[in-house]
Structures are given as C-alpha cells and as structure tokens.
C-alpha cells in the first residue's frame, strides 16, 4: 500500500509561482512513474505533467508546458511540481498518482487508467 501526501497549494495572484510536493510512505515510488493532474470545479481530472521513475524523461500537457516543471527526488521518496507564471486557469484542486507499471521506459503516462495510488489533493486558486 502507498500512501501520497500532497502540500503546497494555495492562494496566489496571476504570475506569481508555487512548488507542490507530493510525499510517498508505505512503500517506495523509486520504480514508477509518477504524475501531476488536476481538477477543475465541474471539470473531468486533466492531466498535468508526468516523471519517469528514473527522472530522465517528462512529459507535459500543452496547457503547461513551460511554465511548469515535475521532478523527484527518490532518496526522499517525494515529487515536486513547480509552477511558475500561474494564470487563473491553473485554479484547480492538483493530485499527484503512481503509475500502475513498474520501471515503464519513458513518461507517457498520460491517462488516469495508468495510475493505481492517488493523493487526496491541494488546491491552487489563482486571482486574476
């Protein structure tokens, strides 16, 4: 069983920049991918940005590409997402997941079918 902790959510003005953290326990997330999503009131869960187990390879979505960075840091079992030049559009409750595949080639994990651990999510509101 994995536990996720997500953190670092919050209130912020257009342009200004938050690092979300997403804590793992229970049993290591060293092997798999991991992935951001986010959710918008009466929206379906988007995906977000998504890290190779071994950090060598990211992905992310169009919406965020540029402005946001994932990365991990396995020693303490965590991964990050930082998140510069928000826009009110970015207001969404994020979560962070597992993959279901361990040690998948690459981080086209991109649909939440191929996640089995999901976090309880922060949320990000961005003020225009």
């Known amino acids: 069983q994995v536990q996720l902790v997500e953190s670092g959510g919050g209130l912020v003005q257009t342009g200004d920049s938050l690092r979300l953290s997403c804590a793992a326990s229970?049993?290591?997330?060293?092997?798999?991918?991991m992935g951001w999503f986010r959710q918008a009131p009466g929206k379906e869960r988007e995906f977000v940005a998504t890290?190779?187990?071994?950090?060598?390879?990211?992905y992310y979505s169009d919406s965020v590409k540029g402005r946001f960075t994932i990365s991990r840091d396995n020693a303490k079992n965590t991964v990050y997402l930082q998140m510069n030049s928000l826009k009110p559009e970015d207001t969404a409750v994020y979560y962070c997941?597992?993959?279901?595949?361990?040690?998948?080639?690459?981080?086209?994990?991109?649909?939440?079918?191929?996640?089995?651990?999901w976090g309880q999510g922060t949320q990000v509101t961005v003020s225009s």
């Open positions: 997941a597992r993959d279901t595949r361990m040690l998948r080639r690459g981080a086209m994990v991109t649909t939440t079918s191929e996640y089995d651990y």
């Open positions: 229970g049993r290591t997330i060293s092997n798999y991918a």
């Open positions: 890290i190779s187990w071994n950090g060598y390879s990211t």
